[in-house]
């Protein structure tokens, strides 16, 4: 889940019934969250302006930077593309690979 106040992005593992967070680079804003059929978790930062894609293995954020003030509130995916819609310019973007 993402935590928009706290910049992180979280984990339950009901398995273990503990929570375990990280937390985004710079002073994120993470607000949409999708996870991908590679396990792989993307977000939108809204303070960065950007899409964040986390790798939970190795613990890696990489950015992919948008337009100034995109505001992506909704993230979607099918394999090998996630799409987000940017509510602040009335666009689509699509992220391949």
Request: charged share 30%.
């Given at each position: ?6 910049g ?6 009901p ?40 790798d939970?293995?190795?613990a ?13 509130r ?18 689509l ?5």
């Amino acid at each position: 889940m993402s935590e928009w106040n706290a910049g992180k992005v979280a984990r339950y593992d009901p398995a273990t019934r503990r929570w375990r967070e990280w937390r985004l680079p710079g002073q994120a804003q993470p607000y949409a969250i999708y996870v991908d059929d590679r396990d792989i978790v993307w977000l939108t930062d809204f303070a960065a302006s950007a899409i964040v894609r986390f790798d939970p293995k190795t613990a890696r954020f990489t950015r992919v930077r948008l337009r100034a003030g995109a505001d992506v509130r909704q993230l979607l995916g099918r394999s090998g593309e996630l799409w987000g819609a940017e509510s602040g310019a009335d666009r689509l973007v699509v992220v391949r690979g």
